[in-house]
């Protein structure tokens, strides 16, 4: 059964210190019986040995101390787009009435720029530099929180039933003769209305040969 990365800790933590006291003879044994436990491979589990629980003086100020069950967290790339650019997309999208991402980023620069001319935008120079560079999925990914906000909610749960189709006739493809000389088929459509509810049906003739 394989050790979780917990269990695996614990075992570290209770192996580290005497792998690190051992002469080399017995840190061959104590790596082996860790390799065996913990299902590490060797090069790592000796790694670990060396460092689980050491403390390194790395100035007066600041003390290191290493643990094999923690994750270092890598600093995350900084965000080309801030909300700065984001404020001044949804208005642009917005004036031009919710165009799609691929119509609206080949004209976003010449947009942006007549608007500023005009008064009806103030924005950055760093931030009309970054929009008249933007791809459309990048518009896509900005504007998906925006458009959340447009969506329709709720869908209706009615569901069709057997009784009308039963009683409609059907035709298939097959059945369909459009090279019969005089063929004709004409669809009308009737509504009738009772109190603010109108209902429409279509109904479909199609004339004796």
């Known amino acids: 059964m394989r ?32 390799v065996e436990l913990s299902g590490f491979a060797r090069s790592y589990a000796a790694l ?6 050491r403390v ?24 080309d787009y801030d909300e700065s650019v984001v404020k001044v997309l949804i208005k642009v999208w917005r004036i031009m009435d919710y165009v799609c991402s691929k119509r609206l980023a080949p004209v976003l620069a010449e947009i942006v720029e007549r608007l500023q001319r005009r008064g009806e935008l103030k924005s950055a120079p760093e931030v009309i530099k970054k929009l008249s560079r933007i791809s459309a999925a990048t518009i896509d990914r900005l504007l998906r929180g925006e458009r959340k906000k447009y969506q329709l909610k709720g869908r209706a749960h009615t569901r069709p039933g057997t009784l009308l189709k039963h009683q409609i006739p059907l035709r298939t493809f097959s059945e369909w003769d459009e090279q019969q000389p005089g063929f004709l088929e004409i669809e009308t459509w009737w509504a009738m209305t009772v109190g603010s509810l109108t209902a429409c049906t279509p109904s479909r003739l199609t004339p004796p040969m």
Do not use: C, S, W
């Open 48 to 53: 670990v040995l060396r460092n689980h629980g």
């Open 3 to 34: 050790l979780t990365m917990k269990e695996r800790r614990r075992i570290a933590e209770a192996t580290a210190g005497r792998y690190r006291r051992a002469q080399k003879k017995e840190k061959t044994a104590i790596l082996n019986e860790f």
């Open 56 to 79: 390194v003086q790395v100035n007066p100020q600041l003390r290191v101390r290493g643990d094999v069950g923690k994750k270092l967290r890598r600093p995350g790339r900084r965000p």
